[in-house]
């Protein structure tokens, strides 16, 4: 077994995620017994700088070595940020020929129906670098047309005047057949040694022209700086005496190796958020609880994911800054609306938070460090939510005069306002976005948000949390323990994956399902490779199978679970029926039903330390640790017993107002809301009259 693979158990286990605005960190004892958490602000123009500064002083203190670190698992954005900035590489694209404008044409939907002014991202391939070939393979993957000597060569004069430093190839129909993408992925190396080559057959071999090609263009767009930042990552590690090498959360919440990720950056675009419902799911499971929405409010953005069985949604489409993407991910909505979302008036007169960020440099006013416009941390500086002696146990000061100054010159001031009024209302904007987004994941895909537990985790999550839950008229929230660092815990319940996917395109399924055979078994053969690749032992090696099928006509399919790829198309059929119901509201019985894909998702279990609650006989009221003037929404300023989490234990009940602090978060509890502890230190928040259950 490879000393990199995170099977092998040391002495302690860390996650990190790397955030807007900080960088956050958990560490694990083998034995599970014991917990480190840790923040450091983070540092955009070079990420790993704060990943290695950060992981040094974790280590510091835990006690123990930096050899003493078995595993190291990793979030990051950057991927989606330098799609974001538009700070890739130089990208050309080879397609067949009469296919190079497929990623202007799309799908030829505007980005919004009735706002003319918004203008879809203009492709990461501009045309001058998009080239064609002479080739042709047939829907079903017979070669029609060769690739020719003379059309190799004026392929090569071509790609030698467009100056580009990555290269995507997607080919009519590649994901039937591969060969011509291969010869040219080949050749192309051959005369361009230096360039980063993507080939669609490997980074999304399923149908759909435009969403294959889209892509395979953003892989290899962000891959070179990708590499860089990876390789750098590992070399300050190895530097900081870590052995251990970093493993990187996908946008599925399974982990990858170094070299994956080199080869397929793209699939860590949700890396961050994935980790988050992960960490949460794991919890859900623990608590037993049906159905579970997260909201992740960091510095820049929330994240808002639903849990459903302790199984997170998962979406095999969506656009990352524009760009639409294909594959396998948990399906998670952004808005822009966090800590440092700003706040501002609008031309009409009305309040206005985000999507603008204050981001981490400058960061909010109260933070001290050059910021000028108020935020959402601002607001709640002025309301006395937040310790005005600094965030991170201090470490972070505060400056409530400059909050308060910027909140009466660009808010409280145009709207002639008190600026508590102006505080609250900004507060209120953002909890109005969050709920939204939460109605978005629930009720409009048949989910009772009334019916649902709020996770509430990120800096910014549990002071929203009790006014969110109202908004969505949601009883109980979860707030786990060290909520802003709840992603870093989600990478250390991750385990590796690999995802696996093949085209059929199959009608009359019941003459030829043995071709459903037959593709499953090649798929299990590389899912194999892949396990033994990676040293996984036999025990710890889960396969699971599903199919995509739509009735004949329809444009989207619908994914059923095929328990051990064994099923016979009867069975399936009936499957594929109550699935399509339960997603459509309606079956439709008579009518053929098409099979697209099949799909096999390999798991790779990684060994957790283990986490244990403790059980609780009594109730008590704990004694606060200070008092401090807050201001509420109904009752205006009043004393405000504060709390330090850390002294909370299970069995600890108290009823609001209240404030309760430690190093990675705040939580709110406004009047009459309530709050116990449970076995696992959760705070489980209670906003309706009653006491919890």
Request: net charge negative; glycine share 8%; aromatic share 6%.
């Amino acid at each position: 077994m490879p000393t990199d693979a995170p099977h092998q158990k040391k002495i302690i286990r860390v996650g990190l995620d790397v955030g807007g605005t900080f960088t956050d960190f958990m560490a694990l004892s083998e034995d599970g017994q014991e917990v480190w958490y840790h923040k450091v602000p983070s540092t955009p123009d070079d990420p790993s700088r704060a990943i290695v500064e950060g992981l040094v002083e974790l280590i510091a203190m835990t006690g123990r070595q930096p050899g003493d670190v078995g595993y190291l698992g990793h979030g990051t954005t950057v991927a989606t940020n330098m799609v974001i900035e538009r700070r890739g590489s130089s990208t050309a694209l080879v397609t067949t020929r009469g296919f190079r404008d497929v990623l202007e044409i799309a799908r030829q939907t505007r980005p919004h129906l009735y706002d003319y002014r918004v203008q879809r991202a203009e492709p990461l391939a501009p045309r001058r670098r998009r080239l064609e070939v002479s080739e042709r393979v047939s829907g079903d993957g017979q070669v029609l047309e060769a690739v020719s000597q003379q059309s190799l060569a004026a392929l090569v004069r071509g790609l030698e005047a467009s100056e580009f430093e990555s290269l995507a190839v997607s080919l009519l129909h590649a994901y039937r057949n591969p060969v011509h993408e291969k010869l040219l992925a080949d050749a192309l190396g051959e005369h361009f040694p230096d360039a980063f080559i993507s080939v669609s057959s490997e980074v999304s071999p399923e149908f759909r022209e435009f969403e294959r090609t889209s892509t395979t263009v953003l892989n290899a767009y962000v891959a070179p700086r990708m590499g860089t930042y990876v390789e750098r990552l590992r070399n300050r590690v190895d530097e900081a005496g870590v052995t251990a090498s970093p493993f990187t959360v996908q946008s599925n919440g399974g982990l990858m190796a170094i070299d994956e990720v080199r080869k397929f950056p793209v699939r860590t675009c949700l890396s961050g958020p994935a980790a988050g419902v992960v960490g949460a799911a794991s919890l859900a499971r623990a608590l037993e609880l049906d159905a579970v929405v997260t909201f992740d409010v960091g510095g820049t953005s929330t994240d808002v994911s639903l849990i459903v069985d302790a199984k997170p949604a998962v979406t095999m489409e969506r656009d990352v800054a524009g760009y639409t993407t294909r594959s396998p991910m948990i399906d998670v909505h952004v808005i822009g609306a966090g800590g440092g979302s700003i706040a501002s008036v609008d031309d009409a007169g009305g309040l206005k938070v985000g999507p603008e960020s204050a981001g981490a440099h400058p960061g909010p006013a109260a933070y001290g460090l050059g910021g000028d416009r108020p935020t959402i941390t601002d607001a709640h500086v002025v309301l006395g939510r937040l310790n005005p002696a600094g965030l991170l146990n201090g470490a972070l000061p505060l400056d409530e005069h400059a909050a308060r100054g910027v909140l009466q010159r660009d808010v409280a001031g145009p709207l002639e306002l008190e600026v508590e009024t102006a505080a609250l209302g900004t507060t209120q904007v953002a909890v109005a976005h969050i709920a939204r987004a939460i109605r978005a994941v629930t009720s409009e895909r048949g989910q009772d948000p009334r019916d649902v537990t709020l996770c509430a985790y990120g800096g910014a999550g549990p002071l929203l949390a009790t006014a969110v839950a109202r908004e969505v008229e949601c009883r109980f929230v979860v707030v786990p323990h060290s909520p802003g660092t709840l992603c870093a815990r989600g990478i250390l319940s991750s385990d590796m994956r690999r995802d696996y996917v093949s085209t059929l395109m199959l009608d009359w399924l019941e003459r030829r399902w043995m071709e459903v055979a037959s593709a499953f078994s090649e798929l299990t053969k590389r899912a194999v490779a892949w396990f033994d690749a990676h040293d996984v032992a036999t025990g710890d090696r889960q396969l699971h199978y599903s199919i995509d099928a739509r009735y004949t006509g329809q444009s989207f399919e619908v994914a059923v679970e095929v328990p051990d790829g064994n099923l016979s198309a009867t069975i399936f059929v009936e499957r594929f029926h109550a699935a399509h119901k339960a997603s459509y509201g309606y079956a439709i019985p008579s009518r053929g039903v098409t099979l697209v894909n099949c799909r096999l998702v390999a798991v790779a279990k990684v060994p957790k330390s283990p986490l244990t609650a403790v059980s609780i006989d009594t109730l008590s009221t704990p004694a606060p640790h200070n008092v401090r003037q807050v201001f509420h929404d109904e009752t205006g300023w009043q004393p405000t017993p504060v709390y330090k989490r850390d002294e909370l234990k299970p069995g600890h009940d108290l009823v609001g107002p209240a404030i309760i602090e430690e190093m990675s978060s705040t939580v709110y509890l406004g009047p009459h809301d309530q709050l116990r502890v449970d076995g696992w230190r959760n705070l489980v928040l209670d906003v309706s009259t009653g006491s919890p259950s």
